[in-house]
T-cell receptor, first 113, second 119 residues
Framework: NAGVTQTPKFQVLKTGQSMTLQCAQD?????MSWYRQDPGMGLRLIHY???????DQGEVPNGYNVSRSTTEDFPLRLLSAAPSQTSVYFC????????????FGSGTQLSVL | AQKITQTQPGMFVQEKEAVTLDCTYD???????LFWYKQPSSGEMIFLIY??????QNATEGRYSLNFQKARKSANLVISASQLGDSAMYFC????????????????FGQGTILTVHP
C-alpha cells in the first residue's frame, strides 16, 4: 500500500536548470496538488488538479508547470530554477469525499544554488 | 478567497496537561471543511482531525478534539493529556465548497504552530 510516492527526496540544482519532481498515487484519488513549505509561511499551494486533464493554479504558480495525463501521476516541472525556489515540496492527493483527508508524499528538499 | 490564521508561532505545555492551538478562518463559502495536520521533526504530514461546516457536533479523534465555533470562525485544536511525542508543528487547513469541483480540490493552510511538550 504505497499511497503517495514522491521522488526525489533531495535535489540540488544550479540557477537556470530545469527538472521534474515526480508524484504518483495508487489510491485512485481524483484530486492531486503540489505545495511548497517555507519557514514561517506554512504550506502554499502551487498547482492542483481535480482529474486527468484538468489543472489549475494555486497561490504561487509562477515558475512551475504541471500536467495530469493520468489519474495516478502529477509531475511538477521547474522550468528555469531560481534560488527563490529553494524549498521543501510536497505532493498530495485526496478523494472526492467532503471530509476526504489529504494524503501527503514524503517531501522533496530542493536547493537551488 | 480563503484564509487561515494561526496566531501562535509557538506553544509550550507540560506533559499530561491539555493544550489548545488556535485557528481562525475566513471564507465566503457556506460549505467548507477544516482539517488539522501534525508535522513532526521527521517532516511527514499526519492527518489528525476533520470538521465539516454543517457538522453539529465537534469532531473528536482520541486525544484530539476540534472546538468549532462557526459564528466566531474558529476551529481550535485541543490536545488532552499531552505526551512528549506531541511535540511537533501543527497546521490548520480549510477546503472550500464544491463550486464546479475546482475549489474542492485544494486546501489552504495556516502558518503553523510549533508545540513543545515539557516533561
Amino acid at each position: 500500500n504505497a499511497g503517495v510516492t514522491q521522488t526525489p527526496k533531495f535535489q540540488v540544482l544550479k540557477t537556470g536548470q530545469s527538472m521534474t519532481l515526480q508524484c504518483a498515487q495508487d489510491m485512485n484519488h481524483e484530486y492531486m496538488s503540489w505545495y511548497r513549505q517555507d519557514p514561517g509561511m506554512g504550506l502554499r499551494l502551487i498547482h492542483y488538479s481535480v482529474g486527468a486533464g484538468i489543472t489549475d493554479q494555486g497561490e504561487v504558480p509562477n515558475g512551475y508547470n504541471v500536467s495530469r495525463s493520468t489519474t495516478e501521476d502529477f509531475p511538477l516541472r521547474l522550468l528555469s530554477a531560481a534560488p527563490s525556489q529553494t524549498s521543501v515540496y510536497f505532493c498530495a492527493s485526496r478523494s472526492r469525499d467532503r471530509g476526504g483527508k489529504l494524503f501527503f508524499g514524503s517531501g522533496t528538499q530542493l536547493s537551488v544554488l | 478567497a480563503q484564509k487561515i490564521t494561526q496566531t501562535q508561532p509557538g506553544m509550550f505545555v507540560q506533559e499530561k496537561e491539555a493544550v489548545t492551538l488556535d485557528c481562525t478562518y475566513d471564507t465566503s463559502d457556506q460549505s467548507y471543511g477544516l482539517f488539522w495536520y501534525k508535522q513532526p521533526s521527521s517532516g511527514e504530514m499526519i492527518f489528525l482531525i476533520y470538521q465539516g461546516s454543517y457538522d453539529e457536533q465537534n469532531a473528536t479523534e482520541g486525544r484530539y478534539s476540534l472546538n468549532f465555533q462557526k459564528a466566531r470562525k474558529s476551529a481550535n485544536l485541543v490536545i488532552s493529556a499531552s505526551q512528549l511525542g506531541d511535540s511537533a508543528m501543527y497546521f490548520c487547513a480549510m477546503r472550500g465548497a464544491n463550486a464546479g469541483g475546482t475549489s474542492y480540490g485544494k486546501l489552504t493552510f495556516g502558518q503553523g504552530t510549533i508545540l513543545t511538550v515539557h516533561p
